[in-house]
């Protein structure tokens, strides 16, 4: 009991801390897939730039939480733009798949060289807005990682609640599943996609403001967060954002838990072969596309 209260329950929160940030990020990767089919391979990148955006923010003088406010709008203006200029080039080409694809790892490895040309290549840190530690059951818990699991909890919900509770989200939806018709009902699809991207742009920036002052900043971070992000979206299932949900601290638990035991080198090897199982057992992930819950 001694071992479950001590070593177990400090992982389990560490796990829910990085979980909701993990989903945020999922949850702008599957939203876009949901949408535009199109798989983001610049997802990471965007997350390392809020956090480097919140970075240079601090920087000129501003206070973490106004950095917390407006990275998510500034990603969300990067990412409308990144949409209309590049990605709405390809999109209607008879090989989309392969041109987006294309499109945004090229686009993640300029962005990358961009950082470190701006930024430099050495770590960089924002120190926590909460010092401090609460006691709950006998142990304490950091209190910035408590408010990273309320604060991303909370968006999690209003995220699911703008996408099947409001007439954006049905729009949306609606624009998911025929285009055209949408269209034909004088809904202005083109912004709908743009705004759609620009949201998830802005999620994945989020995420970047909430894990910079846990972990270090650099340019090659969104490489490898989004391996995670792309585990999770796969597992849970290709535009779900349930699946996202739940993939993504189902994941991030047995990531921090199985630390306990096993090297930290296997971790990325647990989480694939864990996906390869998933796919072998249900080829569409858990669960279904965007529109399905």
């Known amino acids: 009991m001694d071992w479950l209260h001590f070593v177990l329950a400090p992982q389990v929160i560490n796990g829910l801390s990085i979980g909701v940030a993990v989903v945020l990020m999922a949850l702008g990767l599957t939203i876009i897939f ?6 983001n391979m610049a997802h990471g990148e965007f997350y390392a730039i ?10 000129a003088g501003l206070p973490f939480w106004w950095a917390l406010l407006l990275t998510p709008l500034i990603m969300a203006v990067i990412g409308y733009a990144t949409e209309r200029g590049l990605i709405q080039r390809v999109f ?22 961009l950082l470190k040309l701006i930024f430099g290549a050495n770590p960089l840190r924002i120190d926590a807005p909460i010092e401090g530690a609460t006691e709950m059951l006998g142990l304490f818990f950091p209190n910035y990682r408590l408010f990273v699991m309320g604060f991303g909890a909370v968006l999690i919900a209003a995220v699911w609640v703008l996408v099947f509770r409001t007439s954006i989200g049905a729009m949306v939806r609606a624009a998911a599943f025929d285009r055209h018709m949408t269209a034909s009902l004088g809904v202005p699809v083109n912004v709908v996609y743009a ?10 920036g ?8 846990i972990y270090s900043v650099f340019p090659t971070m969104g490489t490898d967060f989004v391996l995670i992000a792309f585990s999770v979206v796969i597992i ?29 080198v296997w971790s990325d090897p647990l989480l694939f072969g864990i996906m390869v199982f998933v796919l072998m057992w249900r080829p569409q992930g858990l669960f279904g596309r965007l529109g399905h819950g």
């Open 236 to 264: 849970g299932g290709m535009g779900s954002i349930k699946g996202a949900v739940i993939a993504g601290l189902a994941l991030t638990q047995i990531q921090s838990i199985s630390s306990l035991w096993i090297s930290p």
């Open 50 to 59: 809020g956090a480097y955006v919140a970075v240079a923010l601090i920087a």
């Open 34 to 39: 949901g949408l535009l089919d199109v798989i």
């Open 206 to 213: 989020l995420a970047g403001v909430l894990l910079a002052p």
């Open 92 to 113: 209607h080409s008879g090989d989309r798949h392969t041109l987006t694809l294309l499109l945004t790892f090229g686009l993640s490895i300029v962005l990358e060289d």
């Open 195 to 204: 705004g759609t991207f620009a949201f998830g742009v802005a999620l994945a």
